[in-house]
């Protein structure tokens, strides 16, 4: 580690640590990631899921599995990030900006005949917090 | 969002957020690791650091603030009867004789609000790119759950799928960041929910530690290998004869 990216590993206690310090010196640059804390880091995090599970059939002859080639390493190469500065607002952007990149909160009416519903939230039932991909309003 | 509207058929009423600036921050970062990972053989330790490295960066942005209080301590049980008074015990691991690992998080550090803003400031907390890069993981892995899709979807995962019929070509290049790899193919298979299937090869295939395996399983939680048959017959118990599968873990 030392050779590569000059870091003592010995100063950094956990691997993502590591990965956040060589990623910091080597990698970050000039740009400015915000640090986002408050009702703001509230909001955002009521919309970090990770992936979806689902099981659709319960059962099949020849069926062949793929995996994808580290997929976060991939989005976060080839997708644009969220930084800069931050601008909220209030009222639907969408008349106003065209593409408009961020968080927002929205109400979602879905397609009622999908065979496989794509975007998740999280439900809450006796106590038992598990996410699912509704169809509905 | 724009992925769902067009391709799915959802709408969307946009009633507030907040907007970001656009950035590739990360591209140098992930190519430069994952030249590494890609020209090393799998038993050279670098391997697993880059494939590591390349894994672990994301979640550093999303981390709850609670971890940053969160302390550890090895105490004896008198030790720990002190402490429940003033702090939140959220761990303990029985050590030897009466000693115990526990993890916890002092009140007068979780209950100062405005301590805890300041802190803030020195978490290097953007949970923002988190969020954004486990949506884009499953904006990409929704491009095989469309409609027009010639195969039908037994399960999916995070990062993988189960389906009926071979890949397009375009999609499958085993070494290419992004595209799908042919990871194995069933003769039979069951699904019983969420992290929990089986599969039966059609030969004995030699994994890599050398053994002979006839069948790939997996139990959410459970480290002991499961017979392709238990989860099998699970699947077709009938309601009126429901018989119990136990499974005992070994410690």
Redesign the interface.
């Known amino acids: 580690?030392f050779n590569r990216y000059q870091l003592n590993i010995t100063k950094f206690s956990?691997?993502?640590?590591?990965?956040?310090g060589?990623?910091r010196a080597?990698?970050?640059k000039d740009?400015k990631?915000?640090?986002?804390?408050?009702q703001?880091?509230a909001?955002?995090?009521q919309?970090?899921?990770?992936?979806?599970?689902?099981?659709?059939?319960?059962?099949?002859?020849?069926?062949?599995?793929?995996?994808?080639?580290?997929?976060?390493?991939?989005?976060?190469?080839?997708?644009?990030?969220?930084?800069?500065?931050?601008?909220?607002?209030?009222?639907?952007?969408?008349d106003i900006?065209d593409?408009?990149?961020?968080?927002?909160?929205?109400?979602?009416?879905?397609?009622t005949n999908?065979?496989?519903p794509?975007?998740?939230t999280r439900v809450t039932k006796h106590g038992h917090t598990s996410t699912m991909a509704p169809l509905g309003n | 969002m724009f992925n769902a509207m067009n391709k799915f058929g959802y709408s969307f009423k946009v009633i507030r957020g907040y907007l970001f600036d656009q950035g590739f921050i990360f591209k140098d970062y992930v190519n430069s690791l994952y030249e590494i990972k890609s020209t090393t053989s799998k038993a050279d330790p670098m391997y697993l650091i880059s494939k590591l490295l390349l894994n672990t960066l994301y979640g550093k942005f999303g981390m709850h603030e609670e971890v940053f209080f969160t302390q550890h301590q090895i105490v004896s049980d008198d030790e720990l009867f002190e402490m429940i008074d003033f702090n939140m015990i959220l761990d303990t691991t029985p050590l030897r004789e009466d000693r115990q690992l526990i993890s916890f998080i002092n009140d007068k550090a979780r209950d100062i609000d405005h301590k805890l803003n300041e802190l803030h400031h020195n978490l290097n907390i953007s949970i923002g790119l988190s969020a954004a890069i486990t949506a884009y993981g499953r904006i990409h892995m929704s491009q095989f759950k469309q409609e027009d899709c010639k195969f039908d979807i037994l399960y999916t995962d995070t990062d993988s799928i189960a389906i009926d019929r071979p890949l397009p070509d375009k999609f499958v290049d085993s070494t290419k960041l992004g595209s799908m790899k042919l990871e194995n193919i069933f003769k039979k298979s069951v699904y019983l929910g969420p992290k929990m299937y089986g599969g039966l090869f059609n030969t004995f295939i030699v994994d890599k530690d050398g053994n002979c395996n006839a069948a790939i399983t997996k139990v959410k939680g459970y480290k002991n290998i499961v017979s392709f048959d238990t989860l099998n017959n699970l699947l077709y118990l009938k309601d009126d004869n429901i018989q119990k599968t136990e499974l005992k873990q070994e410690k």
């Open positions: 580690m956990t691997l993502s640590s590591l990965a956040f060589i990623f080597h990698f970050l740009t990631i915000p640090l986002i804390s408050g703001m880091l909001d955002i995090r919309g970090y899921y990770g992936g979806a599970t689902d099981m659709y059939i319960p059962s099949g002859d020849n069926i062949f599995t793929y995996d994808v080639n580290s997929l976060y390493p991939f989005v976060m190469a080839n997708f644009p990030m969220p930084i800069g500065k931050i601008r909220f607002f209030e009222g639907n952007v969408l900006i593409k408009p990149f961020g968080f927002f909160e929205v109400e979602i009416t879905t397609p999908l065979k496989i794509i975007i998740l």
